[in-house]
């Protein structure tokens, strides 16, 4: 069966340090890959998704960036974390077909708090 | 650009009671999804709803989709304090649009 692993579970961070999330999933290939933020009691921000190795689809400016080194790994990062970057992020994939219409199934999330 | 509306947003139900959450969208789509969140946690998929006419139930939650009206019903029978959490539909297009969610909770 698939699963997706994401880490930090939490982390606290000072404004202007880098960040780096990992997410890997098992049990799959060619995956579609997403990163969501959730800011608190708010909906989901989809901030980059991915179809393939080195693919990556920005769907809002930011100073976030994405990167899929290897075809079930997404990693997001920053050079300088701003306090608007405080939130809940939630890695997700789903199976790759022609349509990428296929449900979603999502990471347990990193909580993440700027200082 | 596909939208997509939940409504309510916030629903405070007392616990035995009936209601019924409301996804519309504005384009042309036949898969519909329905995922739960608990306060703290990840998203969890509930139902996936891949054509006109779609029902699916799991326990007090029932699912529907009519492509036509471009609408989504979750109906809560019965609630329990179980069921609180947020609710979300998702409508397939490239990629996925969420809504902004349903808060609820029920009270004794």
């Known amino acids: 069966s698939q699963t997706i692993h994401q880490w930090p579970a939490t982390l606290v961070q000072p404004v202007g340090s880098p960040l780096s999330l990992e997410c890997t999933v098992e049990?799959?290939?060619?995956?579609?890959l997403y990163w969501y933020r959730q800011a608190a009691g708010r909906g989901l921000q989809l901030l980059f998704y991915s179809v393939g190795i080195g693919q990556i689809s920005s769907e809002v400016p930011q100073n976030l960036s994405a990167s899929r080194p290897q075809d079930r790994q997404f990693i997001l990062s920053s050079k300088k974390l701003l306090l608007s970057d405080s939130g809940f992020y939630l890695c997700?994939?789903?199976?790759?077909?022609?349509?990428?219409?296929?449900?979603?199934?999502f990471g347990d999330g990193t909580r993440l708090s700027i200082l | 650009e596909l939208k997509v509306e939940q409504n309510p947003l916030f629903l405070s139900m007392q616990e035995g009671k009936n209601y019924t959450i409301y996804c519309n969208y504005s384009?042309?789509?036949?898969?519909l999804y329905w995922y739960r969140q608990d306060p703290g946690k990840s998203l969890e998929s509930l139902f996936v709803?891949?054509?006109?006419?779609a029902v699916k139930q799991e326990g007090r939650l029932m699912a529907s989709l009519d492509t036509k009206a471009r609408l989504s019903t979750l109906h809560i029978t019965a609630a329990v304090h179980d069921l609180s959490a947020t609710y979300f539909c998702?409508?397939?297009?490239?990629?996925?649009?969420f809504g902004k969610g349903t808060r609820l909770s029920v009270i004794a």
């Open positions: 384009t042309t789509s036949d898969r």
């Open positions: 997700a994939w789903s199976v790759r077909t022609g349509y990428n219409n296929q449900p979603q199934h």
């Open positions: 709803l891949l054509s006109n006419g």
């Open positions: 998702a409508v397939a297009d490239t990629p996925l649009v």
């Open positions: 049990g799959t290939s060619n995956p579609n």
